[in-house]
């Protein structure tokens, strides 16, 4: 049974093998994961089809290769008995004293081995290794072979790893991590890191990035938020932020400047009919990855910060497929929790822009109306746009900020919930 390179959404091509879990001769069960996968916008886990013993590994770790390349085979009963009907006999000629003469029944002995039942509590740990623990296995290419677990029959922990770690670093014959230097320390960067770096290098190297930013007044969002607060934390048990109002009036003003819902290729600008918006969420310090709501302008604000929500949470938890973190057309990126003034973000490609959302405060404006000036206090944000210089000029991306920012300060959001 051949496993092959997955198709990691509509776009993407190729993909590279981050790292095996298991080699040539390893018995798997089927759905065990074999392998990682993974391309600038996403890293997923790659299942064995069905139960076997690994024959052969076709791709390297580090090997980039096309969709649809046979990356390993697994032999399973049926693939190599030649005799799928008569697993009896073939069970009796491999047990019987006699040597086998008989070509077709050559590889039998290898059918025992892979219907036989594991017969080492290390040979079973093997097979049960739980995501977390086989992520920090990657990221420290630790040998699970040389950890003893503490679990269930043997199993892995996570707080097996970390003492094996503490362990390693005492050892002078095995590189520490991090790696000592001087009174430094060097930490390597993990597959997430690595990925991110790549698209964040690429990203600069060819999108000419503009920054544009404007002040918005959320009073009114605010408003909203504040009557509907209580509720909606009984009702849905987490807070409502201002980010879905900010999801909601982008996809708004998406729909009246569409360059910006769109990609570059070569000397052309692809626009897109939906608006399908990637949110950057942190992954607790240790890497970004950008999930999209797909066709995004057609939820209220309720329904953004519900799947927004959702979303997060599968990004921090890992159980998000390669569909859900590609395909988006337009991205937003929330630094505003840590009190940011402005952040010029770097732009998700291939699409034109993105926008970050820094600190709503509290600060003193200069109100004008008919009466004259006057100065109140206003909950007052940042809106700051990175946008490709190719696609479209300054003035379409002051119009597009200008868009937002008026749907924010004159919608009546109170309808979208």
Same mark, same amino acid.
């Given at each position: ?20 879990? @298991?080699?040539?001769?390893? /018995? ?39 969709? %649809? ?22 069970? +009796? +000629?491999?047990?019987? #004293?006699?040597?086998? @003469? ?7 002995? @290898? ?32 040998? #699970?072979?040389?950890?003893? %677990? ?12 970390? $003492? ?108 897109? @009919? $939906?608006?399908?918006?990637? /949110? ?22 309720? $329904? ?22 590609? %395909? ?24 034109? %822009? ?6 709503? +405060? ?56």
């Amino acid at each position: 049974m051949n496993v092959l390179m997955p198709q990691l959404g509509e776009t993407v091509a190729e993909g590279k093998v981050a790292v095996w879990y @298991k080699k040539e001769g390893d /018995i798997v069960s089927k759905n065990e994961i074999l392998a990682d996968v993974e391309t600038d916008k996403a890293a997923v886990e790659i299942p064995s089809p069905v139960e076997g013993v690994v024959g052969s590994v076709l791709v390297s770790e580090g090997e980039t290769v096309d969709v %649809g390349t046979t990356l390993a085979i697994i032999n399973n009963k049926e693939a190599n008995s030649g005799l799928p009907d008569q697993p009896a006999d073939a069970e +009796k +000629k491999v047990s019987a #004293p006699e040597p086998i @003469k008989n070509d077709s029944t050559a590889e039998l002995p @290898k059918i025992q081995q892979v219907m036989s039942p594991p017969n080492s509590i290390k040979t079973e740990r093997r097979l049960k290794l739980s995501p977390v623990v086989r992520r920090l296995l990657a990221e420290h290419e630790i040998n #699970p072979q040389e950890v003893i %677990g503490s679990g269930r029959d043997g199993r892995i922990t996570r707080s097996d790893i970390m $003492g094996f770690l503490d362990n390693r670093v005492t050892k002078p014959s095995i590189k520490p991590v991090p790696q000592p230097i001087g009174d430094s320390s060097r930490i390597p960067f993990d597959r997430i890191r690595r990925v991110t770096a790549e698209h964040m290098v690429r990203s600069k190297t060819t999108s000419p990035h503009v920054l544009q930013a404007v002040e918005a007044d959320f009073s009114c969002v605010d408003a909203t938020r504040t009557s509907h607060q209580e509720r909606w934390r009984s009702d849905n048990g987490y807070s409502l932020t201002y980010l879905p109002f900010i999801a909601r009036a982008t996809c708004l003003a998406l729909r009246d400047f569409p360059r910006l819902n769109g990609s570059v290729d070569g000397e052309e600008l692809i626009l897109h @009919k $939906g608006i399908h918006l990637s /949110i950057a969420v942190d992954l607790n310090f240790e890497g970004l990855v950008a999930p999209v709501i797909f066709d995004a302008d057609g939820l209220t604000v309720l $329904g953004l910060a519900r799947r927004i929500h959702e979303i997060s949470m599968g990004a921090r938890e890992r159980s998000l497929s390669a569909d859900e973190l590609s %395909g988006g057309t337009y991205t937003l990126s929330n630094n505003g929790s840590f009190g940011t003034l402005l952040t010029g973000a770097i732009i998700n490609q291939p699409q034109v %822009g993105i926008l970050s959302i820094d600190a709503i +405060k509290k600060r003193p404006v200069v109100i004008e109306d008919s009466t004259g000036d006057s100065i109140a206090i206003r909950p007052i944000g940042i809106l700051s746009q990175s946008f490709d210089h190719r696609a479209i000029d300054g003035s379409y991306s002051a119009a597009f900020l200008h868009k937002i920012r008026t749907i924010l300060e004159e919608k009546d959001w109170s309808a979208e919930l």
